[in-house]
């Protein structure tokens, strides 16, 4: 899809649908199964363009993929990664390039990553920092080590303890990864606990990994002891970030009923139904092992607080902006701050968002509020110009269905997290 798009408002909304695999699950899966010495199966794979910036490079740096149907071989080499002249390209993913720093900086040589304009502009220092300390040497941009960056990996990183000094898995992540190629184990503190996909994937494939907290701690700590990850099979569930769009749009839409399956499960990643459940969306949740269902219909909005802390990573904040502009009543997003950080700028964006649906909107500090129009059929047409943001384009879209139209330039975009976005939805529209 090239150009401006016109995103027309759906009369009706009926359907059941299965997101992408998880995007989270999707890198880690391709990244353990490549440091594994053997073959490993995953099923559910993500198809979005940042897992397959992900899968490319790990190809680049001695991994084989094999595409099955309804299945990818990954096969890590016996004698472990090994660095090339090649540049590695990460895209638009900020998974791909935080995680492989922390890789590449287990492989002995020199290892160029790049990424696009997005990337590129995207703080590194947070990853740069903790991964010098353990002896990789680390060169980007300026005092925030933008993009490109030169990484010269070693054999005998050493292990360290660590605080990490915002919410962030991908920084976490990167540390444990090149935790495996230490010569002594890795500690890391988080006072926000984040998603935990890396620990957790990385002690099924047989890493000795400890984990500790207090009852009354939001955090906790990661102790890993270094060794190499076995092969094994892996399924990768739904993302629970890309159904979030439906939870919102089924929510604020005047007719729907939406049923999303099998979604990662786990409480950083589902904060969103939890809001959502708060401003009196009729939701109907079920757990089904380590998976969610859930089924959405059309609901009256009231507004809520929202805090960082229940949706660590905060991906699922522009979407839930568009349900607080089609609430009544002030809802406050509090601490967001790390919103600044992310594919563009989410804490401008998702105001501006806002206000062009027709809400008044302000800030304060790490803070902003959406005062509510108190339904989607008051939102104002718009055009969301130039983004390089899928979250924010997907976002977008849900407002421009449940209102009265959207024009939205760049929705190739999606294609990053979730190419078939705009099929999905049309097989809802009745
Ligand atoms: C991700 C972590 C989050 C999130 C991103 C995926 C991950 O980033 O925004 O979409 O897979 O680790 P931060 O670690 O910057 O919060």
Not at 2 to 24: C, F, I, M, Q, Y
Not at 252 to 267: C, F, Q, R, T, Y
Not at 291 to 304: C, D, G, I, K, Y
């Amino acid at each position: 899809m090239n150009g401006p798009t016109r995103v027309e408002p759906a009369k009706r909304l009926r359907g059941s649908l299965r997101v992408p695999g998880d995007k989270s699950t999707s890198h880690r899966a391709l990244m353990i199964s490549a440091l594994a010495d053997g073959a490993s199966t995953i099923v559910g794979l993500s198809r979005g363009l940042d897992v397959v910036s992900t899968s490319e490079i790990l190809v680049q740096l001695g991994a084989t993929r094999e595409d099955h149907e309804g299945a990818v071989v990954v096969t890590g080499p016996s004698r472990g990664l090994c660095a090339t002249s090649q540049t590695l390209e990460c895209g638009n993913s900020g998974t791909t390039m935080r995680l492989l720093a922390g890789v590449v900086s287990g492989v002995v040589g020199e290892h160029t990553l790049t990424g696009d304009p997005s990337l590129s502009e995207r703080p590194m220092d947070r990853v740069a920092q903790p991964l010098s300390a353990m002896g990789a040497i680390i060169e980007g941009r300026g005092a925030r080590v933008t993009a490109p960056l030169r990484i010269k990996g070693r054999h005998d990183l050493r292990g360290i303890e660590y605080h990490v000094p915002m919410a962030s898995a991908q920084v976490k992540s990167a540390i444990l990864l090149a935790g495996l190629f230490a010569s002594n184990p890795t500690t890391i503190r988080e006072d926000v606990r984040t998603r935990t996909t890396t620990e957790d994937m990385l002690a099924s494939a047989g890493v000795e990994v400890t984990v500790t907290s207090e009852d009354d701690d939001l955090g906790r700590s990661i102790h890993l002891v270094p060794g190499r990850p076995q092969p094994r099979d892996w399924s990768v569930p739904g993302d629970p970030s890309q159904a979030a769009f439906f939870a919102v749009l089924g929510a604020i839409h005047s007719d729907a009923s939406i049923e999303v399956e099998n979604l990662e499960g786990s409480p950083e990643r589902n904060g969103y139904l939890e809001v959502l459940m708060r401003m009196g969306a009729h939701l109907e949740v079920q757990r089904l092992g380590a998976t969610l269902r859930f089924e959405v219909r059309s609901s009256a909005l009231v507004a809520t607080e929202v805090h960082a802390n229940e949706i660590p990573s905060v991906d699922e904040v522009p979407v839930l902006v568009v349900a607080a502009a089609a609430a009544t009543g002030t809802t406050a997003f509090r601490n967001v701050g790390e919103l600044r950080h992310k594919e563009s700028d989410r804490f401008a964006g998702s105001m501006n968002l806002a206000a062009q649906l027709g809400c008044q909107v302000w800030s304060d500090g790490d803070d902003f509020f959406v005062e509510g129009v108190a339904s989607a059929a008051r939102f104002r047409d718009f055009t969301l110009s130039a983004s390089l943001d899928h979250r924010m384009v997907m976002a977008s879209a849900v407002a421009g269905l449940a209102g009265v139209g959207a024009n939205l330039v760049t929705v190739d975009t999606v294609a990053t997290s979730y190419p078939h976005f705009f099929r999905d939805v049309d097989q809802l529209r009745e």
